[in-house]
């Protein structure tokens, strides 16, 4: 853990939306200050940060360090098959390389909804690669038939799954398999409740898993003290999901003013993800995504920008997300970009670090203020004034006070600040 203070800076509340004056203090990894304030039994700020090292914000603007609530380290090929099939040790070590790449974008903590393992969170916090602090749900599961059964119709093998998804099937076996995922360390659950772009045999609006099935797997995690993540996009697929217990909606683009309603009511969150689709639109072709897929993708492309705006009127608290697999990773900033185009710099702020916290249930994280966590992102400009800031190259990442260095190697040879 180190101490620091970044002086000349201009600092983003993520709590009102405005810009503060610094400097930012920071003691053991946590800020101390914000502002000119003496602290504790010091005279002067001079007094209280003499032998504390410093850092110039060259009048730039520092901001919460970026939480991704939906990221897959794990997602190393654009359709599942492609990454099913190849060992572990392999998807691994490639995963490492994404959550470094992410960290260095300034996304310092991210949630891994459909992948992960107990495995990569050790070596994380072993120090064994720099990343952002990880959180992870093991993998997602889906129904036979589901988003998440790769198998096209003309193939009858059997199919289960493992390194992000898995089928399961019947309340009994998804009562064993959440179980056995919070046994392992998973932050929260992850369900496939309707169709989806990349998977090839079923409708994408369709509502997936049983009342009864959706209940067990809630009502397990709430038992744990944790909560779901349904990947939906229809309106009933949403409603299905949420009055049966999930929190998190992920996607959610065909998101209707009624439903959005009953979110609000339940106290559910949305997590778009709008980069993907953008990146799918762009790029898809070129990197082999199916045609089948590609068209899924055509008819939720402009309609997640509208349920945003749906979800923000109707009070629905709106989170940050960016699905991107295979080599789309590099997208990753982008979604900043989408998001402020639909929301504006200041919410799509606040939801990539306030309401990404309080999702995850880490008030510590997503703010700037004594007390929190000193995960922070420095750039050269007003962010306020100049949004593409956000998706720019030039930036200053700060994980738990220590600064990055930006030519550290991604995996091996570097001792990160443990991410906990």
Known sequence: ?????????????????????????????????????????????????????????????????????????????LEARGLESRPL??????????????????????????GGDPGMAAAIAEGLL?????????????????????????????ESGGISIEVVDGVDALRIAVRDRFRRGAHAIKIMASGGVVSPTDPIRAPQYSAEEIRAVTDEAARRGSYVAAHAYSPEAIRHAVQNGVRSIEHGNLLDEPTADMMAEHDAILVPTLAAY??????????????VSRAKNAEVLDAGRE???????????????????????????????????????????????????????RPDLGVIEPGAVADLVLFPGDVMAEPSLLWGKDRTVIQAGVVLDPATPDVLGHDPVRSR
């Open 89 to 114: 040790s392999y998807v691994a070590l490639a995963a490492a390389r994404r959550l470094g790449r992410a960290l260095r974008r300034g996304f310092t903590t991210v949630r891994d909804v459909g």
């Open 278 to 291: 953008d990146a799918m639109d762009r790029l898809g072709a070129e990197l082999g995504l199916s045609a």
């Open 130 to 158: 720099s990343s952002p602090r990880y959180l992870f749900t093991c993998a997602a599961l889906s129904q036979t038939g589901g988003h998440g059964d790769p198998r096209p119709a003309e193939d009858s093998s059997c």
């Open 307 to 361: 349920a945003v705006s749906i979800a923000r009127a109707a009070g629905v608290p709106i989170g940050f997300g960016t699905d991107l697999m295979g080599d789309l990773e590099s997208e990753q900033l982008q979604g900043l970009r989408l998001q402020v185009e639909v929301e504006g710099v200041v919410r799509a702020l606040q939801s990539a670090t306030r309401v990404n916290a309080l999702l995850i249930g």
């Open 1 to 77: 853990m180190s101490s620091l203070v970044i002086t000349n800076v201009r600092v983003f509340d993520s709590v009102t939306g405005e810009l503060r004056d610094g400097p930012v203090t920071i003691a053991e990894g946590r800020i101390v200050s914000i502002g000119s304030r003496a602290i504790g039994s010091y005279e002067t700020m001079a007094d209280a940060t003499r032998d504390v090292p410093q850092l110039d914000g060259r009048g730039g603007t520092v901001v919460p360090g970026l939480i991704d609530a939906h990221f897959h380290a794990y997602g190393i090929a």
